[in-house]
């Protein structure tokens, strides 16, 4: 029996350079100059037979803090949320997680439809016009809202809130150093973005302000008042919103807003460790041909039964290289899907439902914290996150937490140093009356 994928044994080698005529594999690389050629040994561990690398790698899994085994109160962009049992069903046809870019309408109707779906039911959750068939994830639509901004205005600022996601904030800066942008940022005030610091930075410069719905801290921002500000200059007006919290909140769309952005993880898409997610990007129909990656639409073929193809692309892959809005190659396909199939079950009263649960739990969370004498900063209009100051370093609670079995909250000193031994609480529909008043209480404890 042969073995085709098997490693070469030495004497499948020897044969093989008999057959070209070489004594030795060194011979090969004979072009390369002897001084430019690595002489030592590589720093890694000898190879393993498979049976005992398994057993390693099954040795450094069990020792990662998982939500089977604990009870996160984590959030801080990526959430604990319910998925729906036929969301892993349907993601795991192999008509959807072999499929890649449906290039051939004609026999990629399924893929090319789940898409259109998605893009509709961003559309409705926004309440914008045009949504594209996703992006890599909420950090990169953020960013490519603000180069579309940038195009469209041929302004150079880009103004954003503190309030943002901070890794949102750094990948936007990547973005703008390449493209020569200022990127500057608004102080927040009681947590979310100070109006009367933006009044005094919005100007004929500007070509976006960007903040965040709900914010980073979990607040709601204002936005009806925030959006009058940056028109009456002008500027584009990005919100990067958590679509799950627009079951209950009012879409950016309903404020005027000209793009919004985020990550559809709390969509059926498991938190893993941090990705891979799914971005998803929407606009007024008057930015519609400057949409980076691509758009799935609907017609009808010659014999008027409805189809969908790919239309308006603006990737460089397309069109002419200098007249390209975006160098987006791809999109989340998988994880669109897995984000429509959610919504999809949840259906709209469902949505609705668990977004209220969100902010019932956090609230509820919230008073208790206050009733053992945990300060609840930023105390105001929240959806499911919220912040308290504790008397020790947010690392240190976090490890005790954890040999209770609690997953704790995001350490925001790590992005902001005036929060130092401050914590980020999430509190998802997940979460159970028990648990939270497990996690006060042990919480409490500590802090006493």
Known sequence: MKHRYLPMTEQDKKDMLETI??????????????????????QIKPAKSETALMKELYKLASRNADLKENVSFLGAGVYDHYIPVIVDHVISRSEFYTAYTPYQPEISQGELQAIFEFQTMI???????????SMYDGGTALAEAAMLSAGHTRRKTIVISSAVHPEYRDVLKTYAKGQYLEVVEIPVKNGITDVDVLKEMVNKDVAAVIVQYPNFFGRIEPLKELEEIIHEHKAMFVVSSNPLSLGVLTPPGKFGADIVVGDAQVLGIPSAFGGPHCGYFAVTSKLMRKVPGRLVGQTTDEEGRRGFVLTLQAREQHIRRDKATSNICSNQALNALAASVAMTALG??????????????????????????IEVVYDGHLFNEFVIKLNKPVKEINQMLLQKGIIGGYDLGRDYPDLANHMLVAVTEQRTKEEIDTFVKELGDIHA
Do not use: H, W
């Not at 005529?21 to 590589?42: M, N, Q, S, T």
């Not at 969100?358 to 206050?370: G, L, M, R, S, T």
């Open 123 to 133: 559309c409705e959750l926004t309440g914008m016009e045009v949504a594209n068939s």
């Open 348 to 373: 709209k009263n469902g949505v609705r439902e668990m977004a209220a649960a969100n902010i019932q739990k956090a609230n509820y969370a919230k008073n208790a914290f206050k009733q053992v004498g």
């Open 21 to 42: 005529g070489v004594e030795a594999v060194d011979e090969l690389f004979g072009d390369i100059p002897e001084k430019v050629r690595f002489k030592g040994d590589y």
